[in-house]
């Protein structure tokens, strides 16, 4: 967990490089899987309107580059021979499926210096393969492998369904097993018009997912194991006791998507302009979205909570993609709230 404390002070950007992917997982915010890609001189356009916003903010940035699967991106590593020409104002992940690491990708990531590179795996062999794609279960274990030769920081996201939640305890043990730096996991959300709503947790089972986490978290602890488990994502300090986790989208977080619309995030995506229309830092300022977002606005069920300050109303997204609306308290909550 020592990396995200790194990044509280930094302006993160999430960066879709492209729409292109070699897998199809179910539960995928993409619908079209249309290869759309820009050309090397729009991404860099990006780039520089990034770092013109973090001048103007005075803050150091962080890049978490995605996609689709950024590995099949054929600019990736020019994008990356840019940040690390801007290593002192600019660090970055990767975020990737994990299926495309092989040897000689590991080490040529290595010599950009990643924070950290993010894998994906949604529970045991079977389930993973089925929500994923055959074959990837033992792909990513391939994968983890190259990258932890080359010392670098891994992790593994797992994301909560209906269908998948009771397996975290399997997604740790293969982290243990391929020397995996980090777990962490966040709920499912139901974005898009072919996607199933009914595989994301109730509040009786986001409960269970959660006391879940804890429960495999303090067995590492007590193990004193080199695999972590972190547990920041909204409501998970109803398990641990830490600080309350709150959104940051629209504030220290945008995200821009393949075609060059920004976005507050992407599993909050309501397109507030195009940056090949209006430049970022005019967003940012002014845009009506993101300055609401900034404001921080508790839902009105969520007013008399002793961790509303801090938690904000929970998963935005989450709230967002069910009501088209922020102003609610998290399903998943199990605070009783008495008025």
Not at 89 to 99: E, K, M
Not at 122 to 145: H, L, M, S, W
Not at 219 to 229: A, Q, V
Request: proline share 3%; aromatic share 10%.
């Amino acid at each position: 967990m020592w990396w995200w404390w790194l990044l509280v002070k930094r302006f993160v950007l999430q960066w879709h490089l492209s729409e292109y992917c070699n897998l199809k997982c179910l539960h995928c915010y993409q619908e079209s899987h249309k290869p759309i890609e820009l050309k090397y001189e729009q991404l860099v356009k990006i780039y520089e309107q990034f770092k013109e916003l973090l001048n103007d903010l005075k803050m150091k940035g962080h890049i978490n580059i995605t996609g689709g699967e950024p590995l099949c991106n054929p600019y990736l590593f020019k994008i990356l021979d840019l940040i690390k020409k801007d290593q002192d104002l600019i660090t970055f992940s990767i975020l990737t499926n994990g299926t495309l690491i092989n040897e000689n990708i590991a080490k040529k990531l290595k010599s950009y210096n990643p924070y950290y590179v993010q894998v994906s795996l949604e529970g045991g062999k079977k389930t993973n393969d089925y929500i994923r794609g055959k074959g990837t279960y033992k792909k990513v274990a391939k994968g983890i492998i190259n990258l932890r030769k080359q010392d670098i920081f891994t992790s593994i996201s797992f994301t909560a369904t209906r269908l998948n939640y009771k397996e975290f305890p399997k997604v740790v043990k293969y982290a243990k097993k391929y020397d995996v730096n980090n777990v962490w996991s966040d709920r499912y959300i139901p974005l898009g018009d072919n996607i199933d709503k009914n595989m994301s947790l109730n509040y009786k089972q986001t409960r269970e997912y959660l006391a879940i986490m804890n429960k495999e978290r303090n067995k590492l602890i007590k193990e004193k194991s080199h695999t972590t488990i972190s547990m920041y994502r909204a409501l998970q300090f109803q398990m641990t006791n830490d600080f309350a986790y709150g959104c940051t989208a629209g504030d220290t977080l945008l995200t821009v998507m393949e075609n060059g619309d920004l976005v507050p995030c992407r599993r909050m995506p309501i397109v507030v302009g195009n940056l090949f229309e209006t430049k970022m830092i005019d967003l940012y300022k002014n845009n009506k979205i993101l300055k609401r977002l900034r404001v921080k606005k508790i839902p009105d069920e969520c007013l008399s909570c002793e961790h509303s300050e801090m938690c904000h109303g929970g998963l935005k997204c989450l709230t967002y993609a069910l009501y088209n609306d922020l102003n609610h308290k998290d399903i998943g909550c199990n605070i009783d709230i008495v008025k």
